[in-house]
């Protein structure tokens, strides 16, 4: 298997705050890959700056060897076309019915009239498990978990080669977090996706992950085979794994 | 003494931060005219902007025109009569409302209700990561969201400000005729007289720029807004306060350049 996605000394400071320092990763076709690591210690920056939503200050980051780091314009959305993305918060559009929201990416957010566009979005609907009386509402009327799937939905419906899933089951029940775990192994298999999870849930990484990556003060500290992640005989992957307050990581606790 | 230049020292820092937003807000302009100009186009997303900045403003400026029109009116007659010009009444009015009233009232009513919903709306998109969802789905935000609301408020000032200059002569004409003792048909020939070709083009171009203006102000501060609901609520309070200084000092630029010769 050869390496879709490789991130070689990424960097990003936000003024004088170093978030990324110079990651390093590499991302297997086909592989499903989970970056653990704390609140607050870049996840979802290093997943924008692949998206291009936020420009690295420094580093290289290449898709099947073609590097994305300075593109811009009509080579970017190209590039971007690759990528499909699942957001922490959902991020529907709350302006549109969750149909629009589906297809949103195959027409580039035209309205364009006609059965078969909609009954795409109903047919995407149903591969997330939603019934099609859904397509109709707007993301208001849904609940957190309803909205999970119509984000997860909206993400694959394009047919992404490449996707990225930003802590997807944070703020769901057990149950329904267990569902949406399910549904992303699923997807992501059916399509022959490669993906790129991050998460601070253990039972979401142990479920989705075949890799794990732990990225800590802006640097991936281990990666490794998911079977490994409890012999890791790393620190810092014990201590998040097992959560406890003691150890090499250190919370800043101010009042 | 050193007291005393306290206000200097703030009123410096503020001319300095001012200039500092000029040059964003240009940047930001002709970001977004370079990204208009080059399809995909969003017709309906116009149309939909048309509406909702046209058709639902047409209440507040027609109220705001009507009752300054009857105001100015009855005060010009006041003071003219203090020198026997008390005639001049459906004159004043008319070059007043076109030339300056209309346009800057019209500016400002609209900047309040629509610079802060865009402002809002945006900042919100980008507070949700909806901005950063739209690119990722193969839609350029400046294009669906930005470039609609600045070509359809650019297009609907001047509508909108053609009406308060009608509706604002007619609040004149109502006073005048009711409570000032003009005749009605010998006002409104009055009114047709003194008015020239340039006083309705200068305020329809002071409309067209007034909009640009208001959709400006509003889009670069909600695309710009940071740090969650505060910043929602930052984005849309400095939105309406560059949008009101800003058509402010262009309505004295306008005027001094068009009728200072
Ligand atoms: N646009 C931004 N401007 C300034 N700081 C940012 C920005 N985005 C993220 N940060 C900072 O970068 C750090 C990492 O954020 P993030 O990647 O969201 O963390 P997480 O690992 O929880 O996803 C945080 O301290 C955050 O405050
Ligand atoms: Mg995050």
Not at chain 1, 180 to 200: C, E, F, P, S, Y
Request: proline residues 3%; aromatic residues 6%; positive net charge.
């Amino acid at each position: 298997m050869s390496a879709a996605l490789v991130l070689s000394g990424v960097a990003k400071a936000f003024g004088s705050k170093r978030v990324l320092d110079g990651v390093n990763l590499e991302v297997a076709r086909g592989e499903s890959l989970v970056i653990i690591g704390g609140s607050g210690t870049g996840k979802s920056v290093l997943l924008k700056c692949i998206l291009g939503l936020i420009r690295a200050d420094a580093g290289s980051i290449r898709l099947d060897g073609q590097e994305l780091v300075g593109l811009s314009g009509r080579a970017l959305d190209e590039a971007r076309s690759h990528f499909g993305m699942l957001f922490q918060g959902g991020a529907l559009f709350d302006s549109l019915p969750v149909w629009r929201n589906v297809t949103f990416a195959l027409t580039s957010g035209k309205a364009v009239r006609g059965r078969e566009l909609r009954d795409l979005a109903i047919a995407t609907l149903a591969r997330v498990g939603l019934p099609a009386d859904v397509a109709d509402l707007r993301p208001s009327e849904l609940s957190g978990g309803m909205q999970k799937r119509v984000a997860l939905a909206r993400a694959i419906a394009a047919e992404p080669d490449i996707i990225f899933f930003d802590e997807p089951t944070t703020g769901l029940d057990p149950i329904m977090a267990d569902v949406i775990n399910d549904l992303i192994r699923a997807q992501v298999k059916a399509m022959g996706a490669t993906a790129v999870t991050i998460t601070h849930d253990m039972a979401s990484a142990r479920k989705i992950a075949d890799r794990v990556a732990m990225l800590h003060g802006g640097n991936i500290v281990w990666q490794g085979p998911v079977s490994a992640l409890d012999a890791s005989g790393n620190a810092y992957v014990d201590q998040f794994v097992h959560g406890r307050a003691e150890g090499p990581i250190q919370m800043v606790v101010r009042n | 003494m050193t007291k005393l230049l306290l206000p200097l020292i703030a009123l410096g820092a503020f001319a300095l931060r001012a200039f500092g937003v000029i040059g964003q807000l240009a940047i930001f302009a002709g970001t977004a005219l370079g990204r208009a100009v080059r399809p995909p186009w969003y017709p309906a997303r116009l149309g939909e902007q048309m509406a909702l900045i046209g058709w639902f403003s047409l209440p507040v400026v027609g109220l705001t025109a009507l009752f300054t029109g009857a105001a100015l009116a009855q005060q010009i007659y006041v003071g003219g009569s203090r020198f026997n010009a008390s005639s001049t009444v459906p004159a004043v009015t008319v070059i007043a409302i076109v030339r300056e009233l209309g346009p800057v009232l019209a500016g400002l009513m609209v900047a309040g209700r629509v610079s802060s919903a865009m402002a809002a709306e945006l900042a919100t998109m980008r507070v949700t990561e909806q901005l950063d969802a739209m690119v990722t789905l193969r839609t350029d935000p400046w294009r669906y969201l930005i470039a609609p609301r600045m070509l359809a408020s650019t297009l609907m000032l001047p509508l909108l400000v053609l009406v308060a200059n009608i509706i604002g002569v007619m609040g004149g004409y109502l006073i005048a005729t009711t409570r000032l003792g003009f005749n009605g048909a010998g006002y409104l020939e009055t009114t047709r007289r003194f008015l020239e070709t340039d006083d309705v083009v200068s305020s329809l171009v002071k409309a067209a720029v007034f909009g640009f203006i208001i959709a400006l102000a509003g889009c670069f501060h909600g695309y710009h807004s940071s740090g969650g609901a505060a910043g929602v609520g930052r984005a849309t309070t400095h939105a309406v306060v560059t949008a009101f200084i800003l058509i402010l000092l262009t309505n004295l630029v306008i005027t001094v350049l068009v009728f200072g010769a």
